[in-house]
């Protein structure tokens, strides 16, 4: 692999005796991680039904390395989204942010999605995730991997993190920052991104990464808890943008990482690194762990947090339309009707805690239920994957390994069995679901599924 030099003579200066060990990692294979969604299966029974080869990953409960033969993107569950992939030590950031069910979370730089995903799951449909992204076709992408997991309670932004701190002061109680950054650690699994580094540097990233760490100080409440992370090994961008932030907001002090053996420390080069105790911040090697690189710190506010405020009621119940109605009494999901906001024919379920986005670039305030059409209401493919299988009357099953799931995903019509694939009515909206997890809507009439799986999403 052709390494820039400069590169390597800063990495030869930081790693010492280890830099040949760590040279020696690019000859290694590339290593391949899923995560499961805890949100719509547990650990123990995904393990039971996974048709691959696993291996947990160490410091991620959830984690799992998978073998290059395999194709989980190719399977069924992952369009059920009963898992996420992504790069093993990528995994780490969401991991140690310590949330809790309820809390106002922010990932501020989100797309496609990894970490988002994982944090909505956390929160178990409590609290309120906004998820940001500055790039709108990147943010397009981040929508729908969030929709895919089956995450209701949430607000999607494509904005320039300092416009939202005139909506957000001192509102959030945990922030995600993994920060645009040069992508050192990802060398050895995209050699594209070298030239990506020889055009824009750690010091084009590292001026970026200042305004954002700034502007998340700022949307982080009292006694609230930033995780901020990078792929990249710069000392410029990890330990000196973590140093202007405390140095710029000095009620911001660095709190430890939870400790797994094989993590580094942030370096501490000189006596104010030391003060401000930069070694509690984590760095992943490649040569260290199996994984590619990371750094990841945790950073908290000072003052006590308090319980969160300034959530809207809920509006009055307004007359809503008989067939939407219709609909809902076939749901056992909760919908509360004074959260319902009918714009241009789409029903969403607007989370009380978004609180006024007039002037932002939204891409989705909440749940899609669906839209009105002349008299008659259609469910929408992010209801389909928030549901479980038993909160709809009606479902049509199939087994992972039936031929009718893969023409499903691809958009055909089908004959379906109620003996053999479940529902419970002879017409009307049937849940598509395999092995009993959702993966659409299909409309049934004489045993003909009509197929209402979304055209964007279709298996190719």
Not at 338 to 359: H, L, Y
Not at 424 to 445: A, H, I
Request: a negative charge.
């Amino acid at each position: 692999m052709n390494l820039p030099q400069k590169y390597l003579d800063t990495m030869k200066d930081m790693l010492k005796g280890e830099f040949e060990d760590y040279l020696e990692s690019f000859n290694q294979n590339r290593l391949y991680g899923l995560r499961v969604n805890t949100l719509k299966i547990s650990v123990e029974e995904f393990l039971k039904i996974s048709p691959f080869k696993l291996k947990p990953i160490p410091w991620i409960e959830n984690g799992f390395y998978y073998s290059e033969d395999d194709k989980p993107a190719k399977h069924p569950y992952y369009f059920a989204g009963l898992y996420y992939i992504q790069e093993p030590s990528a995994m780490t950031p969401a991991n140690v942010l310590p949330i809790e069910e309820g809390d106002l979370v922010l990932d501020m730089c989100a797309a496609p999605g990894g970490k988002s995903t994982e944090l909505g799951a956390r929160l178990n449909h409590t609290g309120l995730l906004v998820t940001n992204d500055i790039s709108n076709s990147r943010a397009k992408a981040l929508l729908k991997n969030i929709e895919v997991f089956g995450i209701p309670n949430v607000l999607v932004v494509s904005e320039d993190p300092k416009k939202l701190v005139n909506y957000y002061r001192e509102y959030f109680d945990k922030i995600m920052i993994d920060a645009p950054c040069s992508g050192e650690g990802m060398f050895r699994k995209d050699n594209k991104l070298i030239k990506s580094w020889e055009k824009n540097g750690p010091e084009f990233y590292h001026e970026i990464q200042k305004g954002v760490l700034l502007a998340g100080a700022d949307m982080l409440k009292p006694g609230g808890i930033i995780q901020y992370s990078t792929c990249t090994f710069s000392k410029l961008e990890d330990e000196e943008s973590i140093k202007y932030l405390l140095k710029n907001r000095p009620d911001m002090e660095l709190i430890d990482v939870k400790p797994y053996e094989g993590f580094g420390h942030g370096f501490e080069d000189t006596q104010e690194d030391k003060d401000l105790q930069l070694s509690k911040a984590v760095r992943i090697w490649p040569h260290k762990m199996q994984g590619e690189g990371h750094f990841v710190a945790l950073i908290q506010k000072k003052g006590d947090r308090e319980a969160n405020f300034g959530i809207k009621p809920g509006t009055p119940d307004v007359k809503l339309p008989k067939e939407l109605l219709e609909f809902l009494a076939q749901l056992e999901y909760p919908v509360d009707t004074s959260d319902i906001q009918i714009r241009d024919e789409r029903v969403f379920v607007v989370p009380k805690e978004a609180g006024n986005t007039n002037g932002l670039r939204v891409m989705r305030t909440g749940l899609l239920l669906g839209e009105l059409k002349k008299n008659r209401f259609e469910p929408s493919q992010a209801l389909a994957m928030v549901l479980k299988r038993e909160q709809y009357d009606s479902s049509v099953n199939f087994t992972a390994d039936d031929d009718n799931v893969i023409r499903y995903l691809k958009g055909e019509t089908l004959q379906v069995d109620a003996d053999l694939h479940g529902m419970t009515r002879e017409s009307g909206w049937q849940l598509v679901c395999v092995d009993g997890y959702p993966l659409g809507w299909g409309k049934l009439s004489n045993g003909t599924l009509k197929n209402k799986y979304l055209a964007g999403w279709r298996m190719m």
